[in-house]
């Protein structure tokens, strides 16, 4: 649909958005170790995606794992929709979820703070899984990835910037320039759209509807006090900015230099 470039919307609170940073650096490492580390192990790359990974038959008490694959108890499987928020099919796959989180993660990350932003994106990831599980009951399928969450990103910065404009490469090589309202929204349009109308995909629809829906709820909730959603805070370009103390200037005529 589209590829997420780049926003023209800076950091103001944080100097440096670290958690967004680590949470896509473990990512690269999950992925780096389970596909250099499965050909040590029996059954391969299936072994981690199907031990990790959160399967909604196996969540709802429906099924239990194979033999060797409990590497999460059933008390506690509840967090494998953590776990497979950090697996990814392919490099393909983990880059696209990536690029999302790196693009929006930043100013999510600066409307909340860095802590209550880790726990935001480790809810958001929960939500998708669940709401995924949920919408197939009994689906034997291991779900994985990050895209649940970053939708919930994507939610979120929807609440925060709506009139941001964003860089983008449209059908995969035309860069354009859009508001985020009209990008963003339309993105998650289109995930409730799938989401009705194609259940049978490879692609996890529900994860993203919930991950989203999460993530719209969440920043409203735990974003700072003095962040105003939906740009209501009017932002004037340097050049454009009074400058304190300047009013008392006697009113003489001023030259060029």
């Known amino acids: 649909m589209f590829i997420p470039l780049y926003d023209t919307n800076p950091v103001e609170r944080i100097k440096l958005q670290w958690v967004t940073i680590s949470i896509i650096a473990l990512n690269v490492v999950v992925y780096l170790v389970v596909n250099w580390g499965a050909a040590a192990i029996e059954g391969g790359t299936h072994y981690f995606i199907l031990a990790l990974g959160h399967v909604p038959s ?50 999510v990350e600066d409307a909340l703070g860095h802590f209550r932003f880790l726990v935001f994106y480790i809810l958001c990831a929960m939500g998708a899984a669940m709401f995924h599980a949920f919408a197939f009951y009994q689906s034997d399928a291991p779900l994985i990835g990050a895209s649940g969450a970053a939708a919930g990103i994507v939610a979120a910065y929807l609440m925060l910037h709506p009139k941001t404009k964003v860089w983008v490469l449209f059908l995969s090589r035309i860069p354009v320039l859009l ?16 989401f009705v109308t194609d259940s049978n995909g490879v692609v996890s629809w529900a994860s993203h509807v919930g991950g989203a829906l999460v993530g719209l709820v969440l920043v409203v909730l735990m974003k700072r006090r003095d962040v105003p959603l939906f740009d209501r805070q009017v932002r004037l370009p340097k050049a454009a900015q009074t400058v304190p103390g300047t009013r008392d200037l006697p009113q003489e005529r001023w030259g060029r230099q």
Do not use: C, E, K
């Not at 508001?179 to 799938?194: D, E, K, R």
């Open 179 to 194: 508001p985020a309202y009209v990008l963003l929204g339309g993105w998650l349009a289109f995930q409730v759209f799938m």
């Open 58 to 107: 196996v969540s709802n008490d429906l099924r239990t794992l194979p033999d060797g694959y409990g590497l999460i108890p059933d008390g506690i499987y509840v967090t494998t929709t953590i776990t497979s928020a950090f697996l990814h099919a392919d490099f393909w796959h983990l880059a696209g979820n990536m690029l999302f989180i790196w693009v929006f993660g930043d100013n």
